[in-house]
């Protein structure tokens, strides 16, 4: 609070933008200031032995960083600077649409410039609705390097819930490599490939055992039994109970590679929310969640109060080298270090994707949510594909591999800066109609470009993204997909190659909104959307490394509409020589 001389300034345009809040957001609407130094901090999120000198990027010294918790309608200030020393860098705020404020996306190259060591930026937005959200780096591989943190936002004052509980829970799910991200950015962007391989540790609230285990008593291997007395750095957060009760417990997931299925040993858990939207409830014994999607379910403490129960979280989709992640259920009238009497949940098996499609289908909008528009004007076809240029491995949409341009779309489209290193013309809206999705591609050969479709506001657009075989014969991948500034409605999911004839089969009637879906190997998935918010937006793999290997596109949506962008997001490339030479 001490600066009050030179933030003078902001202070009072604060004060009348605060006004103009409360005035269209109701009462009760808060602006909520924070001050962010980013860093790196010596730090063992696994309690490795041999990574004892591991390394997170840290805010304000915290790992994983402080978390949000706010109303919906509340506008969020972040005064963010960058104290690290070689590194610019950005936040990105998931799920929060941005509505009116496409500067404060937080994505390097797209939305903005990445912050300078040294540098503060601010990010000011409204939280447009309550759910559970996350922020992360958006900037090379930072999310890997542990620059996450959790966003949560109730409802506004005086509005409910359609769901009743009493307390919550949060937990941010997370995969941890022992090699430096340096190193896995070198590995990915050489040639021959270096593959990052599976994680060593998925980490609940930034905790992980990779020494130990909590349920060594029930393992076959010669791994210890954990021993903490509470305070290590990888200590797991107990989810502490009262028996009859009823908890949410909120679920994000901001993995860089890993997906997860997640179980509470003897209970049954019931979803109410997926990606900051109400869902229709439902049962079941165990979740999928995928890395940028976030969900909340209840549990009701029904069980046996005199014993403890397992939390666990299981590696889907990809070979499970990595041990399930644990923390403890505790019953109240238990003492926490109490070791439940049963073996931890056993997930099910990694590549068995019945169960993950069923539970995908399980997945609904609340009775009386906002159904999509019937027609969509425009469908564009995403060919998921994984590629060499140059002998370099690539993964491409429709046969571009997307890369960053030095300045950001937000202002070289808003100011027609048409000399961009990468040229912006309208890459293909769909793919041959003989490439066989079954088998590797007969030319596996890709280009480098900048993927940019540009849509008209408020237009409905259908997106299919169509997976396919990788480099290697009888391989497909899980890819998450990510859009930024929207949520779109699921409309369904297929096998094989998306035809026409699939287009009777697709949910109009109670599709989920969410802002991240996945596409199963050799599937498709169908997304809808309004293209309602004016700016250059991410539709991305969640996937870190697919992400750093080119497997994006950019969608500009009206961008003259955009309002007056902050200098201080496009002071670098050819925006810089505009606003400050005078001279584009
Ligand atoms: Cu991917």
């Not at 991200?181 to 599976?198: F, N």
């Not at 491409?396 to 202002?411: E, F």
């Not at 007969?442 to 237009?459: C, D, E, L």
């Amino acid at each position: 609070m001490g600066e009050k001389l030179v933030v003078n300034g902001v202070f009072v345009l604060g004060v009348s933008l605060m006004l103009l809040g409360s005035l269209s957001l109701g009462l009760g609407a808060k602006t909520r200031h924070f001050k962010w130094d980013v860093e790196y901090i010596h730090w063992s999120p696994d309690c490795s032995s041999n990574s004892s000198e591991g390394i997170v990027m840290a805010i304000n010294g915290q790992f994983p960083g402080p978390t949000i918790v706010a109303r919906a309608g509340d506008t969020i200030n972040v005064e963010l600077t960058n104290k690290l020393f070689t590194e610019g860098v950005v936040i990105h705020w998931h799920g929060i649409r941005q509505i009116g404020t496409p500067w404060a996306d937080g994505t390097a190259s797209i939305s903005q410039c990445a912050i300078n060591p040294g540098e503060t930026f601010v990010y000011r937005f409204i939280l447009d609705k309550a759910g559970t959200y996350f922020y992360h780096g958006h900037y090379g591989m930072q999310r890997s390097a542990g620059l996450y943190g959790s966003l949560i936002v109730n409802v506004a004052e005086g509005e409910k819930e359609p769901f009743r509980y009493d307390g919550e829970f949060n937990l941010l799910l997370s995969d941890w490599w022992h090699q430096s991200v340096h190193e896995q950015e070198v590995g990915l962007s050489s040639k021959p490939l270096r593959w990052i391989g599976e994680p060593q540790s998925i980490l609940i609230n930034g905790r992980g055992q990779y020494s130990c285990s909590l349920a060594a008593q029930y393992s076959n291997s010669s791994v210890e039994q954990c021993k903490f007395s509470g305070t290590e750095q990888c200590a797991p957060q107990v989810l502490r109970v009262l028996p009859t009760k009823t908890y949410r417990i909120r679920l994000a997931s901001t993995t860089a590679l890993a997906s997860l299925n997640f179980a509470i040993g003897g209970h049954k858990i019931v979803v109410v929310e997926a990606d900051g939207n109400y869902v229709q409830p439902f049962a079941v014994p165990d979740i999928d969640i995928y890395s940028g999607e976030s969900y909340s379910v209840l549990l009701i403490a029904d069980q046996n109060p005199k014993e403890n129960y397992w939390v666990s979280l299981s590696v889907r989709g990809r070979l499970p080298k990595t041990p399930q992640a644990l923390t403890v259920l505790n019953y109240i009238t238990n003492h926490a270090s109490k070791v439940p009497s049963t073996p931890p949940p056993v997930a099910p098996l990694w590549n068995n994707y019945t169960h993950s499609k069923a539970f995908s289908n399980k997945i609904f909008a609340l009775i009386g949510s906002q159904k999509p528009p019937i027609l969509a004007r425009r469908r564009i076809s995403l060919l998921n594909t994984q590629n060499k240029i140059n002998d370099y491995t690539k993964w491409a949409i429709n046969n571009i591999s997307l890369v960053l341009p030095s300045t950001p779309y937000l202002g070289s489209i808003k100011y027609g800066l048409t000399h961009n290193s990468l040229d912006y013309k309208q890459p293909p809206e769909t793919f041959p109609i003989d490439y066989d999705i079954m088998v590797p591609a007969k030319n596996p050969n890709a280009t480098h470009g900048s993927g940019v479709y540009t849509f008209r506001q408020n237009h409905v657009i259908d997106i299919v993204l169509q997976n396919s075989n990788a480099l290697k014969a009888n391989e497909s991948e899980i890819h998450p997909w990510h859009l930024h500034g929207h949520d779109f409605w699921v409309l369904g999911y297929g096998e094989g190659r998306f035809d026409e004839r699939n287009v009777k089969d697709l949910n109009l009637k109670n599709p989920p909104l969410r802002n991240t879906a996945v596409i199963y190997p050799y599937g498709w998935t169908v997304l809808r959307f309004v293209a309602d918010n004016p700016g250059v937006w991410a539709f991305h793999c969640h996937i870190e490394p697919h992400l750093h290997m080119g497997m994006g596109v950019i969608f500009a949506i009206d961008v003259h509409k955009v309002g007056n962008v902050p200098r201080q997001a496009l002071a670098c490339g050819l925006t810089a020589n505009m606003f400050f030479e005078n001279k584009p």
